[in-house]
């Protein structure tokens, strides 16, 4: 059975797509088979994996609308290893179009359910914002991811995300929790950072991941050649971060069966 996670946090500009798509890389790269899905109409997660959103066929929209599957619609990143589901602009219109039609919330749980087997992992791309394309993948997901930044806003801003999750949790899926908070683009010498590190650790014990993220400039470089930066540069600090975060969640999800 595959374990669905959603990579969430309502700010845009956080690292959500970044830990996505290297998390999925870091994951193939341990053995783990695994799906991008991405739920964002701007398809950056798809275009870092290499595959080019204004040419895709079918994306995460045909499969919303039920007018696709996943097996139909899913595409190989050949050097991440893993599979993507992909979006681009045409996304945006299934906000508008989803609101009026029934199960709106669950259409990407029930297209998972399809191609549960073929995958241990599944990772969710979410827009920044708390959507019906996020509560989708609420609806759909095991668990939330919360990459964040630790800057002076980040505490308050976590609020709204952790409301949610504990509305869907109470409303729509009963199976959802927080699995943890990745400290990402992290930098030591800056004394704010540590300190709001260690209010984070004080505040959520540990559901902290144990792995911080670096802010690495190959992270950053690599999705303009198409590629997770785990495969761009494997041996930057960045990379190598993300592959001990694969290992981690791992070792993470053993603990919780
Ligand atoms: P989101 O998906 O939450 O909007 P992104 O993953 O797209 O955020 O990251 C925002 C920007 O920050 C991107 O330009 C990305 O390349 C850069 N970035 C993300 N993580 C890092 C990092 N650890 N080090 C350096 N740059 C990063
Ligand atoms: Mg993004």
């Not at 199960?103 to 995958?119: H, I, N, P, S």
């Not at 668990?143 to 800057?151: A, D, K, L």
């Not at 690599?222 to 592959?243: C, M, W």
């Amino acid at each position: 059975m595959a374990k669905i996670f959603c990579i969430a946090n309502q700010k845009g500009g956080v690292g959500k797509t970044t830990t996505t798509v290297n998390l999925a890389a870091g994951l193939a790269l341990i053995g783990q088979r695994t799906l991008v899905v991405d739920l964002d109409p701007q398809g950056n997660a798809t275009m870092g994996s290499g595959i080019d959103k204004r040419a895709l066929e079918l994306s995460v929209y045909d499969v919303l609308l039920e007018s696709a599957s996943i097996a139909e619609a899913r595409r190989r990143s050949e050097k991440g290893g893993y599979d993507v589901l992909g979006s681009n602009r045409e996304l945006a219109g299934a906000e508008v179009e989803l609101v009026a039609l029934e199960r709106r919330d669950q259409r990407l749980k029930t297209a998972l359910a399809a191609v549960d087997g073929e995958y241990d992992f599944v990772l969710i791309d979410c827009p920044p914002s708390l959507s019906l394309l996020t509560l989708n993948g609420l609806c759909s997901a095991h668990g939330v991811v919360v990459p964040m930044q630790c800057e002076y806003f980040a505490l308050e801003g976590l609020s709204d995300l952790v409301n949610t999750i504990k509305q869907v949790h109470a409303n729509l899926n009963p199976a959802l929790q927080i699995i943890g908070l990745l400290r990402v683009m992290f930098d030591p010498r800056i004394t704010l950072q540590q300190q709001v590190s260690e209010q984070l650790k004080a505040h959520f014990g540990d559901k902290v991941f144990d792995t911080v993220i670096p802010r690495n400039v190959r992270l950053a470089e690599a999705p303009s050649y198409g590629l997770p930066g785990v495969v761009f540069d494997g041996q930057s600090k960045g990379a190598l971060a993300f592959v001990q975060f694969a290992n981690e969640m791992v070792k993470r999800l053993a603990g919780m069966r």
